[in-house]
Structures are given as structure tokens and as C-alpha cells.
């Protein structure tokens, strides 16, 4: 084999490898999207789930309760404050239930951010059901601004009728908050830089 055709051939084989490679990160992609549709709808991964109001249970069925016991965190690189208001609730199977979770930004700097959540164990995700919640929508925070966040909840009677379900007296509703960028923070534009001196004209005499 001459060495032109070598080069050719290597040249195809890197140029295959490179489009695999795309391949497979489209792929990845899709995936994590693919994955999150399926954790919402199935409550798999301690995923939970939002109401709609044709939905709401009538209220709370039968006399069994459960403890939710709350936790809050935050991502490196958020600056904020941020706890369960209640370390756990008494909750009975349909009944709604208000929480607060504390959050507070101590810079002086106007910060945002997103909460991630989960319950745990993960067996109980599709029955934990949220009508509203701060982890919705993207939060905001003044410098030195305190807030309480709400979330309003229920589980779902469909709980009492899973035997895996059925075991669980304890679940662990956990919220993460991790930073916003800058730009979907509100912050105005940054003003021009102002034109030296020799860039100036100068005036006419």
C-alpha cells in the first residue's frame, strides 16, 4: 500500500470516527430529554408530579397519615440561605397540605436561581403531587431580601392501592436551588464604556 492511499484511509476512518462520535452526543441528548418526559409521567427517579384542577382529590380518604420530612439545599456557586420553614408534616392520603421553605440572598447583588426536587423513596414520585410550588418558576431575590416560598401538596389516594407504596410511612420531599445566569436574572445592559479623551474632538475656539 502506498503511502497516499494510507493517509486516505486513515483520513476515513478518523472522519468516521468523528461522526459516530456526533452521533452518539445527539443521542445523549435526546436521551436526557426522553428521560425527563418519562421521570414526569411515571414518577420514576422520585420525579413528582403537578396538578391540574380537573384532577384534585375530593379530600383527604380512609384515616392513614404519613410523615413528609422536608430538606433543602443549594448548588456550588449559589449564594443563598435556603431551609425548610417545618422539619416534617403529618400528612393524611388526599389531604392538601401548605409548606414554606426559607430563603434568603445575603450579597449585595441582585441573585436568582431554580429549584430541582425529588421525593424519596422513588416508589412514591407519581403519587407526591404538587398543585403549586416555588420550584415552578425561576426565583429572584434583592440584595439582602428574605422570602418565604410556598408549596401546596398532596398525595394521591392511588397511593393506598400500591402494595410498594403501601409500606412507606416516611418520604423526604428534597429541593435544590442552583444559580441563574446573569442574563435571565433581569440585569440591565452594560453601559457603554465612555469615549477617552483622545478620541474626542476637540472644541472649536
Not at 468516521?16 to 418519562?38: D, E, P
Not at 420553614?85 to 431554580?114: C, D, H, M, W
Not at 425561576?138 to 418565604?148: E, F, I, R
Request: glycine share 8%; hydrophobic share 40%.
Amino acid at each position: 500500500m502506498s503511502v497516499f492511499t494510507a493517509t486516505r484511509a486513515v483520513k476515513r476512518t478518523g472522519a468516521a470516527t468523528a461522526l459516530v462520535a456526533l452521533a452518539m452526543l445527539g443521542l445523549a441528548f435526546a436521551s436526557v430529554k426522553l428521560y425527563r418526559i418519562f421521570c414526569q409521567a411515571t414518577g420514576y427517579g422520585g420525579t413528582t408530579q403537578r396538578a391540574e384542577a380537573a384532577t384534585l382529590p375530593a379530600g383527604r380518604v380512609g384515616t392513614r397519615t404519613v410523615t413528609v420530612r422536608f430538606d433543602a439545599n443549594v448548588a456550588p456557586g449559589m449564594p443563598w440561605t435556603f431551609r425548610p420553614s417545618q422539619v416534617t408534616q403529618q400528612i393524611g392520603i388526599g389531604e392538601r397540605k401548605l409548606a414554606y421553605f426559607y430563603a434568603a440572598n445575603p450579597t449585595y447583588e441582585r441573585t436568582g436561581g431554580q429549584a430541582a426536587y425529588n421525593v424519596s423513596p422513588d416508589t412514591v414520585g407519581k403519587y407526591f403531587v404538587k398543585i403549586q410550588c416555588f420550584c415552578f418558576n425561576q426565583q429572584t431575590l434583592a440584595p439582602g431580601q428574605k422570602a418565604d416560598m410556598p408549596v401546596i401538596y398532596y398525595i394521591d389516594p392511588g397511593f393506598l392501592k400500591d402494595p410498594e407504596a403501601a409500606k412507606v410511612k416516611e418520604i423526604t420531599l428534597s429541593y435544590t436551588f442552583f444559580p441563574a445566569p446573569p442574563s435571565a436574572i433581569g440585569f440591565p445592559a452594560a453601559p457603554e464604556p465612555a469615549k477617552s479623551a483622545s478620541n474626542t474632538a476637540a472644541p472649536q475656539g
